[in-house]
């Protein structure tokens, strides 16, 4: 399980970002994360509520957007999607694929207000 | 109050990328060519890193890195031994080494003594994959005691991977284990990966590895 490194560097990266906006709260946090990530959700959000106490981001939203996996045959170039198991191409049965979509795994947007006084 | 989205479109472990390029860094300005160990707990990582040492001690200097969960220095002490350097790198408890971790272990090696640093990474198959060091190539000790069902299983450490040792073949006669349909899931992950199958107890096989890991550290230092 390494979430909770995952999530401190979520924390920090959103924060970094949020003093960058001169945000006074931070609302939402946006990731996207693929397939063949192995992260659980629940995890980020369970460190996320302890870890971020005491900053601006307390309180914020974590909306996880999953990217399907897409995978590219290296022999037909047949493009195909795989479910929790690993399996060969559908078309011509070869095993060498390469990943289109996938392997995604960032921080795409973060939710801010500012005080009124601020953003004038 | 407005609400504004600000967007950031960054990796989430860019942090821990940035500290890694900068161990490549301070690798290259030495000279120095490395390699990044993973296995699951008993596979054997650290006996793999002794015959690497024993074969290779004649030619070239190697230096280790030890990780571990634990403040124990078991097999840095293995090394030191067997006359390499070798630091240990205690995790606190965390899973994986961090880019970061792996700098200070660095600055500990006399860098400009070794031509090789090997990095014994925590014994997991989840987490190291996730957070790169910085070295030259990635390596996997699987096992054959393991079962042969482990790519299907742990698929990410096996995609980032530049090689792949199995270990413990002298016990295929005593386990159950099909190297075929190991081997297949290995190539749906990683199509081609070269593969040295070997036991580090009756030391079949190792020579293949070494020839291999010496034209490596050649092509690097004439890729410099």
């Known amino acids: 399980m390494h979430e909770l490194s995952v999530t401190e560097s979520i924390l920090t990266l959103a924060l970094e970002n949020a ?9 939402g946090i946006n990731l996207v994360i693929g397939q063949l990530s192995s992260i659980v959700d629940d995890s980020i959000q369970f460190y996320w509520d302890t870890i971020s106490e005491g900053t601006i981001c307390l309180g914020a939203k974590l909306n996880f957007n999953r990217i399907p996996a897409l995978l590219k045959c290296q022999n037909c170039q047949n493009e195909f999607s795989i479910g929790q198991e690993l399996a060969p191409c559908p078309v011509c049965g070869s095993y060498r694929s390469s990943i289109l979509h996938g392997e995604e795994f960032y921080l795409d947007s973060i939710e801010i207000e500012k005080d009124q006084e601020d953003s004038k | 109050m407005s609400a504004i989205r600000v967007p950031v479109v960054e990796k989430i472990l860019s942090a821990n990328d940035h500290m890694a390029n900068e161990n490549r860094s301070l690798l290259d300005q030495n ?40 403040p124990v220095t078991i097999d840095a002490d293995k090394i030191i031994k067997a006359g390499m350097p070798a630091v240990q790198i205690n995790t606190g408890g965390d899973c994986h080494l961090e880019a970061v971790m792996l700098s200070d272990g660095i600055k500990q090696l006399p860098l400009n003594d070794i031509d090789v640093m090997i990095v014994e990474n925590v014994g997991n198959l989840i987490c190291p994959a996730a957070w790169t060091l910085g070295t ?14 482990k790519p299907y299983k742990y698929p990410n450490i096996y995609r980032g991977l530049n090689v792949l040792i199995i270990n413990k073949i002298d016990l295929m006669p005593y386990v159950e284990y099909n190297m075929d349909y190991f081997r297949k899931g290995v190539e749906m992950l990683n199509p081609g990966l070269i593969t040295f199958p070997l036991s580090c107890r009756t030391g079949e096989g190792v020579d293949a590895w070494i020839d291999w890991l010496k034209v490596q550290v050649k092509q690097y230092r004439q890729g410099k």
């Open chain 2, 31 to 70: 000279n120095v060519f490395s390699i990044n160990i993973m296995a699951s707990p008993g596979a054997g990582k650290t006996s793999f890193i002794l015959q690497t040492i024993k074969h290779l001690s004649n030619d070239l200097k190697i230096g280790v890195i030890e990780g571990d969960t634990a």
């Open chain 1, 19 to 27: 003093k960058k906006a001169n945000a006074s709260k931070v609302t």
């Open chain 2, 136 to 149: 030259h190539i990635s390596l996997l000790v699987a096992s054959v005691p393991e079962g042969d069902d």
